[in-house]
Structures are given as structure tokens and as C-alpha cells.
């Protein structure tokens, strides 16, 4: 019997991850194809809050990390543009979709970063990873995992801590246990670090004082729309749900010194009514 139970939970565990995998190859797929309209929505704000982010950074979820061309940038002596290793000192990109790891690995090196495998993480990495070609080239540690477990953050985060800086961009829609995951941010930051964040939510209610965009949205109807349709969404989207409200999970919890956000209700598409934005900078207390 022990035998039999031992075999029937390989199996189980076999197709579980054959399904993860899958799972994974699709959301690639699928973001290849989404990814320039999602970024025509949200380079706007990227451009404004993106040059803020400096120190030893720490990004959840980076997919395919298009977001890297703003940051901090110089040009050097053969004409390239950069990131600045005086703004940015060291870059660790925790991404658990291994699909997605040659498009971002193709970005950071196009932004002039040194590109780095966590072996722990990533046993397949051996071959992989960036020659440096040029003194100062700022690292960029591609780790395979999540922060939803406190007890399985992957070494080489832990190791990496405290950060200046986390950035979140479209990423805590996805993850199992959003409180967690913001509590593993605020235990990684060191005092007075930033939580920088851009992310869909579920629509604010009509009057929301923290809206700057509203473009006439009916934002009851919206809302309801997003309520009904986050089941069948998260199964296409990857575990995306639509209709959670990420800014204010965000202010309500404990450790933070200062949290500023607004809420913006773009009108791009129809996609965008489904898919409102909070941006905002969360501050570590220092005691």
C-alpha cells in the first residue's frame, strides 16, 4: 500500500509540474503578444517614477523587464546608453516563470547590465550569464522564485538584503498571498527604503479622492465586471487576478513609515477599463 501511495503521489506531482510548466510556455506566449499594449498604458507613469529607483534593487516578477530602458542612464565612451552604476549599484530580479528568462536576459544586457544566474535557484543556468566587457557593469542577478513563503525565499535574495529599493510592476496581481508577499517587502527593505509600485486593481469606487485619471469610467459597473470575470482570468492570465485592490492592501499594512499613491482609470481600450492603475512610493519606517 505504502508503495502504491508513494507512486500515485510521484505521478501526482509529475503532472502537477508538467501543468506548471505549461502554465508558464503560455503566459510567454501570450505576453509576446500582449506586452507592447500593456506598456503603451503604463510607460507614461514608468517615465515619471522609474528614474526614482537607486541603490541595490530588488524587482518581483520583472517578466520580460521592458521597464529597465527607464532608469537611471549615461552614455559611455563608445556611444552606448547605459544604466548608471552610481544610481543603480546592483539588480536582482526574482521571476519565477523560467519562459521568460531569454527576453529578459536579452533586456538587462541591452541596458548595459551584467547578467548573473542564481545556481541555487536555477540549477540549469551553468552556461548562461553576461562576460563583463567593461569596468563598473552593474549586476543583474536573475533568481527563480517568489516572496509568498517566508520560509522559501530563494538564498541568494536573502543574502542580497536589505535593498534600497522594490519594485512591483503588474506582479503582486499574480502572486498567491498579496499581505504576505508585501510583509517578505517590507522585511527585505532596509529602514527607510522604498517600495516603488505599479499595479492594476479593481476599480475605485466613484469619489475616490485618490483618483487623478478618470476619464468618465463607470466605475461601479467596471467593478463588477472585474469581480465577475477574476475567476476565469486567472486561469488565462496566470494567476492574474483583476479586481484586487493592491494600493490600499498596501497602505494598510504595518512597518511603513509614509505611503503615497494615486489611482488612475486609463482609457486606452476596452482591456484598460478592466485594469485601473495605483502608482505610488511606500517608505520603510527607520524604527
Known amino acids: 500500500m ?164 522594490v519594485l512591483t510592476s503588474f506582479s503582486l496581481c499574480t502572486v498567491k498571498d498579496p499581505e504576505a508577499t508585501i510583509k517578505n517587502i517590507i522585511r527585505l527593505l532596509k529602514p527607510g527604503g522604498a517600495h516603488v509600485f505599479i499595479e492594476h486593481v479593481r476599480q475605485p469606487p466613484p469619489g475616490d479622492k485618490r483618483v487623478t485619471e478618470d476619464n468618465n469610467v463607470n466605475a461601479v459597473l467596471w467593478g463588477k465586471i472585474q469581480d465577475w470575470i477574476t475567476p476565469l482570468w486567472s486561469i488565462i492570465g496566470h494567476g492574474c487576478h483583476v479586481n484586487r485592490e493592491t494600493g490600499e492592501t498596501i497602505a494598510k499594512m504595518e512597518g511603513w513609515k509614509s505611503v503615497e499613491y494615486k489611482n488612475v482609470r486609463p482609457v486606452i481600450d476596452l482591456q484598460s477599463r478592466i485594469m485601473p492603475l495605483s502608482i505610488g512610493k511606500a517608505i520603510k519606517a527607520t524604527e
Open 2 to 165: 505504502n508503495i502504491v501511495l508513494v507512486q500515485q503521489l510521484h505521478l501526482y506531482s509529475s503532472v502537477s509540474n508538467g501543468l506548471s510548466l505549461t502554465a508558464d510556455w503560455l503566459f510567454k506566449t501570450l505576453w509576446l503578444v500582449e506586452s507592447d499594449r500593456n506598456n503603451a498604458k503604463v510607460d507614461t507613469y514608468r517615465k515619471a517614477l522609474w528614474p526614482e529607483i537607486s541603490g541595490n534593487v530588488l524587482e518581483l516578477g520583472p517578466g520580460f523587464a521592458e521597464s529597465l530602458r527607464f532608469l537611471t542612464h549615461v552614455t559611455i565612451s563608445d556611444g552606448s546608453h547605459v544604466v548608471d552604476s552610481n544610481t543603480i549599484t546592483s539588480y536582482t530580479a526574482l521571476e519565477p516563470n523560467v519562459f521568460l528568462y531569454d527576453q529578459l536576459h536579452k533586456n538587462a544586457e541591452t541596458n548595459g547590465f551584467c547578467v548573473e544566474y542564481d545556481h541555487k535557484s536555477y540549477p540549469n543556468c551553468k552556461e548562461l550569464g553576461t562576460i563583463p566587457t567593461r569596468d563598473n557593469m552593474v549586476p543583474f542577478n536573475i533568481v527563480r522564485g517568489t516572496l509568498d513563503d517566508p520560509d522559501n525565499i530563494p538564498q541568494c535574495v536573502l543574502d542580497n538584503a536589505p535593498y534600497d529599493t
